[in-house]
């Protein structure tokens, strides 16, 4: 490996190849600093061909499986990758969350965090960037495309993206922990309208994490009914050229093939893969990753 990816003439950083997958760091306006992995692919520079920005899903990293994979299928197909870890209210954080650790993040501060890695490519001179994500990351930077009409994306690619109903919300809730959402999120709203949305409550049954301890702000925000939580909600809000990609085995989205059969937009294409489940495993993974990279290059 290179002892330096980047080569500063006349106060310009020049990413040069052949292939380099490097370690990143970004320093948030929070003060929280991020991790990311900037992987070119071979002869491939930022200036010339660009990036995919990848998000991962809940409570996720960079390196995960799935991540991991794509970033390196990608690359196969000469396209460049900054995977990165969103931060979950964490410095430096790596690897899966630890539901021990307490929890003070919301979904929500990924499209800030995108938001900021978006302008650290722009400082590297990157000349175009496509937005991926995958489950609730997906739900993420739909979410942040929808909201900032961001002109620097010129594509989007959501794959199995997260789906939301409120019935689909309880439904899970009881089934995971035997109980009834509805009163904890009611007595954690009582607590952010009473000025105590910053007070961790433990134990506290909160995404994947049982008995873990929680913010009612946090709680919350991930929990609030909230349409926009369901990615095919969010879709005529995006204008730029967005690919959907489910799984055939998916159960985790398994209503979102449905759903895209009641869209349709000239800007949309969604398509499913043949046995692949949420996360897009051996040659699941290879289709995923050929099915981006004739959308990314395609005119």
Not at 92 to 117: F, L, N, S, T
Not at 129 to 140: K, P, T, Y
Not at 199 to 226: G, H, K, L, N, R
Not at 269 to 283: L, N, P, R
Request: net charge negative.
């Amino acid at each position: 490996m290179y002892k330096s990816f980047c080569a500063l003439v006349a106060g310009v950083t020049l990413l040069t190849a052949p292939a380099l997958a490097e370690k990143v760091e970004l320093k948030l306006d929070n003060g929280l600093n991020v991790i990311g992995n900037l992987s070119l692919a071979e002869g491939k520079t930022l200036a010339e061909d660009g990036a995919v920005l990848l998000v991962h899903g809940t409570l996720a990293h960079q390196d995960m499986s799935i991540i991991a994979a794509q970033r390196n299928l990608l690359n196969e197909r000469e396209l460049n990758v900054l995977s990165i870890n969103l931060s979950l209210g964490l410095d430096k954080r790596e690897g899966m969350y630890d539901c021990a650790v307490p929890h003070a993040h919301k979904h929500r501060d990924a499209i800030a965090e995108i938001a900021q890695w978006m302008d650290w490519l722009q400082g590297k001179g990157a000349s175009s960037v496509v937005l991926a994500g995958h489950s609730r990351g997906g739900n993420q930077v739909a979410m942040y495309q929808a909201e900032k009409q961001d002109a620097r994306i010129g594509k989007l690619v959501l794959i199995a993206p997260q789906t939301w109903s409120e019935e689909k919300e309880t439904t899970s809730y009881q089934s995971r922990y035997k109980k009834d959402l509805a009163p904890i999120l009611a007595d954690m709203t009582q607590k952010v309208e009473g000025g105590k949305g910053d007070e961790q409550v433990a134990p506290t049954d909160f995404i994947y994490c049982a008995e873990t301890s929680v913010t009612p702000a946090s709680f919350v925000d991930y929990y609030a009914p909230d349409q926009a939580f369901n990615t095919p909600s969010l879709l005529d809000k995006i204008n730029v050229p967005t690919l959907v990609v489910a799984g055939s085995n998916d159960t985790v989205v398994s209503d979102l093939p449905a759903q895209m059969d009641a869209i349709s937009q000239d800007n949309v294409m969604f398509t499913v893969i043949d046995d692949a489940d949420h996360m897009f495993i051996d040659f699941a993974g290879e289709d995923l990753a050929d099915q981006v990279a004739e959308f990314v290059v395609g005119e």
